[in-house]
């Protein structure tokens, strides 16, 4: 069984915090991850907790990411921002362009952020669920190194190629939801093989090209499959396109070839997209929404990013694997 050590989001945070300016970020940067890990883990989402934090480290001591980044906003036009994040984490980029992006969409109906010079390592919901406290619809896109088999090839092309879209419910939890378009995240498949676990059937290949349900197998010198064949396939293509097509940053495979392989992300662009319901609906755009999540959750369904809503409201303590906590400690300088 796996060993785990109970604490609050407080010392998730502050354990985050601590190690993180020890290995070379400013209070600002440091914060920002640390909000980032300790959001996820507050909310169950363990691949993006604690679990990143070496990686984050490792990339910094290798000189790869400036861990005293100062993003800076250009604005190309009043409906397109242009975030520079001075080649480092992408969490203090968001936190600065998230109000900036929220105000050009609540002021023209539509606006659009990409974020450069960046390095991406945590989960899309939080900039999504951010401008839907702003009443906005957000949609956003990223890449990776290349770790996906396009449908119909044994070799990786995409990355595991997030989406989030969030719909604000004003008075609710937003409706949201946040997925690879790959089987699994990676990050998932590497908590399966430190944690024993086996994956479901057609969630990736093996080195040799053979399907398998061991995790370990995928995450060496394997690669993973899009969900739903050629459909997320297609799905993940458009993220490329937009994240990297679309921001004039790196190609996932264009990430890999670059990356010196420290442990950490590569980088790469996000592009983020604001709507507003009530510019573009009209007035009566809330209830008419919410007549439509009646009807789903009158047929039993379970909406998207209910569970993590669920975990949030949680007071107490978070279980987290207790070899990591043990790993990150070890990383203080």
């Known amino acids: 069984m796996t060993q785990t050590v109970e604490l609050t989001v407080k010392e998730i945070h502050q354990l985050a915090y601590d190690v993180l300016m020890s290995n070379g970020c400013d209070e600002h940067n440091a914060n ?46 009043p409906a397109i921002l242009r975030m520079n994040g001075d080649h480092g984490y992408t969490p203090l980029a968001i936190q600065r362009g998230i109000p900036e992006l929220a105000k050009a969409a609540k002021h023209l109906g539509i606006a659009a952020m990409s974020i450069i010079n960046t390095y991406h390592f945590a989960a899309l919901w939080p900039e999504t669920e951010a401008l839907a406290e702003h009443g906005l619809v957000g949609m956003a896109f990223t890449a990776y190194k290349p770790k996906v088999a396009p449908a119909g090839a044994t070799q990786a092309l995409f990355g595991t190629n997030p989406i989030s ?84 940053e790196q190609f996932s495979f264009e990430a890999g070839e670059s990356d010196i392989e420290d442990g950490g992300p590569a980088r790469g662009g996000e592009l983020l997209l604001a709507m507003s319901p009530q510019l573009i609906a009209g007035d009566n755009w809330q209830a008419h929404c919410e007549a439509f999540f009646e009807k789903l959750e009158d047929l039993g369904s379970r909406l998207p990013g209910q569970r993590r809503h669920e975990n949030r409201a949680k ?10 906590v043990e790993q990150i400690n070890a990383l203080r300088i």
């Open 165 to 248: 879209v969030a719909w604000p419910r004003p008075g609710h939890s937003p409706w949201v939801f946040d997925m690879a378009t790959s089987a699994k995240a990676l990050g998932d498949i590497q908590i399966a093989a430190r944690d024993g676990h086996s994956v479901p059937a057609g969630t990736g290949l093996d080195r040799d090209g053979n399907t398998t349900t061991d995790p370990s197998k995928i995450a060496d010198g394997g690669v993973l499959l899009p969900f739903g064949g050629h459909k997320g396939s297609a799905i993940a293509t458009m993220v490329e396109l937009f994240a990297a097509g679309l921001t004039g």
């Open 32 to 77: 920002a991850i640390a909000t980032t890990v300790s959001s996820a883990e507050r909310d169950g989402s363990e691949s993006h907790g604690l679990f990143r934090i070496p990686g984050y480290v490792g990339s910094m001591c290798s000189g790869k990411v400036n861990g005293k980044a100062k993003p800076t906003l250009e604005t190309v036009t």
């Open 315 to 324: 007071d107490g303590k978070r279980r987290v694997n207790a070899k990591l």
